[in-house]
C-alpha cells in the first residue's frame, strides 16, 4: 500500500516538475536569445492619403418631431352568448382512453 502512494504521489511531482519546465523553456530561451526589433513599416506606404473631412454635427439639438395623430376611437365590443361547457363528474375520460 504504502509502495503504491510513493509510486503514485511520486509520478505526479515529476509531471508537475516537468510541465513547468517545459512551460518555462520559451520564455528562458527569450531572454538568452533576444530576437531582434522588428523593423517599422510606414502607413503612408501602404495607405494612401486622404485629407482631412471637416463636418459640424449638433448632436445636443436633435429635430423636432411632428406631432402624433389622434389614435382612432374604438368600436364598441358587444359580448357574445358562448354557452359553457362544463362536464359532468362521471364524463371524464380514463388516462389511456384516447
Known amino acids: 500500500m504504502g509502495r503504491f502512494i510513493v509510486l503514485t504521489l511520486g509520478s505526479g511531482a515529476i509531471a508537475a516538475l516537468l510541465a513547468i519546465v517545459i512551460a518555462g523553456l520559451p520564455t528562458v530561451l527569450a ?19 486622404v ?24 368600436a364598441p365590443v358587444r359580448p357574445t352568448a358562448q354557452p359553457s361547457h362544463q362536464p359532468e363528474p362521471g364524463q371524464s375520460p380514463e388516462p389511456g382512453d384516447h
Do not use: E, M, N
Open 31 to 49: 531572454v538568452i536569445f533576444p530576437s531582434p526589433a522588428p523593423t517599422q513599416i510606414l502607413a503612408s506606404a501602404l495607405f494612401p492619403a
Open 51 to 74: 485629407g482631412p473631412v471637416h463636418k459640424t454635427v449638433d448632436v445636443y439639438d436633435p429635430p423636432k418631431a411632428a406631432p402624433r395623430p389622434a389614435p382612432p376611437a374604438a
